[in-house]
């Protein structure tokens, strides 16, 4: 048996209601309910060490975005003329400047640089003892 839409909705996926019954569901309520559950199996799956990474890059990747914001706003740039001299687009150069990119490669940082008019400098410290 197939369900028809609701009037005004894109698409339903049916769902069994408590009482055997099936109940038509939006497919934004599925995504939502797929989501939750894939956030608590991560957060169960997930030892104390690997959520600490997780916040460690986090962190790495904000920083950087606010180094290329502060920069690009120093030199009085729009993100879209930095991403056209850094040969990416515009929403990319946001998602990195938001810390939202992940990290970037050294090439990606390599044309940054050179589109911020700067320096780049990686460097390898020992852990402190």
Not at 76 to 99: C, D, H, N
């Amino acid at each position: 048996m197939r369900s028809e839409p609701w009037p005004g909705s894109r698409s339903v996926r049916p769902a069994v209601s408590g009482r055997g019954h099936i109940a038509p569901i939006s497919s934004k309520e599925v995504n939502s309910r797929m989501e939750e559950t894939q956030h608590r199996t991560w957060r169960r799956s997930r030892s104390p060490d690997a959520v600490a990474e997780g916040y460690e890059a986090a962190r790495r990747a904000y920083e950087l975005g606010e180094v290329v914001r502060t920069r690009r706003k120093a030199l009085g740039l729009s993100q879209t003329e930095v991403a056209r001299r850094a040969g990416m687009t515009q929403s990319a150069l946001s998602r990195l400047e938001a810390g939202g990119a992940g990290v970037p490669t050294i090439g990606v940082l390599e044309r940054l640089a050179q589109a911020l008019d700067a320096e780049l400098v990686v460097t390898l410290q020992p852990n402190a003892a």
